[in-house]
């Protein structure tokens, strides 16, 4: 009889499911996971503004109350149904009536652990597509200038770099520059 040898083969791991989507409103669960999504980011050097983390009760609070802002909409990525980071789509005031064609995008991040999935691009474009059905005709957004990953990405879906800020921000003493960027989302949009 011949010898039969065990199939060692590990089974592959099922593909991750990927979500992209606006929230209105924050469930415990969501909130608990945005916290700590914001908190890897922040602590890797990806954080919107925060060098250090500022604790769970102020990140409850400032994501509580982006959702209460009329001209903020935040926007969550989700692996496997958890979110791990979120970006916001903020929209012109109604005063300003000179900028009302084009929105910003900011405050986008990945945490750390849920990199490599194309989260970031996928987030990106379901603010652009938001943003887009609105009628903007232009996207802007910044970056600090030690953000390769990210420039890269901007620069890959065809945001173009307009403008560099010398003193844009101070991280743990140093000045870091900044770069700014703008798409036009409009079919047959055009800058002037």
């Given amino acids: 009889m011949p010898e039969t040898q ?5 089974p592959e791991a099922p593909p991750h499911t990927m979500q992209m989507e606006r929230l ?26 925060w060098v250090a983390p500022p604790g769970r009760q102020a990140l409850e609070r400032y994501f509580r109350g982006v959702l209460l802002v009329p001209e903020r909409e935040l926007y ?15 929209r012109p ?12 995008l900011m405050h986008s991040f990945i945490a750390p652990y ?15 597509e938001a943003a887009r059905a609105m009628g903007y005709h232009v996207l802007n957004l910044d970056v600090r200038e030690t953000q390769q990953a990210a420039i890269a990405l901007y620069k890959s879906m065809g945001y173009t770099a ?17 770069m700014f960027f703008y798409k036009i989302l409009q079919a047959g949009g055009r800058l002037g």
């Fill in 6 to 10: 065990a199939d060692t083969t590990q």
């Fill in 24 to 49: 209105t409103e924050l469930t415990d669960e969501d909130l608990a996971a945005l916290c700590e999504a914001t908190d890897a980011a922040i602590i890797d050097g990806g954080g919107f503004g």
């Fill in 76 to 90: 969550v990525a989700r692996l496997d149904g958890v979110v791990v980071g979120s970006a916001q789509l903020v």
């Fill in 93 to 104: 005031p109604r005063n300003n009536e000179a900028q009302a064609f084009a929105a910003h």
């Fill in 114 to 128: 849920a990199r490599g999935h194309g989260l970031a691009r996928l987030l990106t474009l379901r603010v652009e």
């Fill in 162 to 178: 307009w403008g560099e800020h010398p003193a844009y921000a101070r991280v743990r003493g140093e000045t870091i520059r900044g």
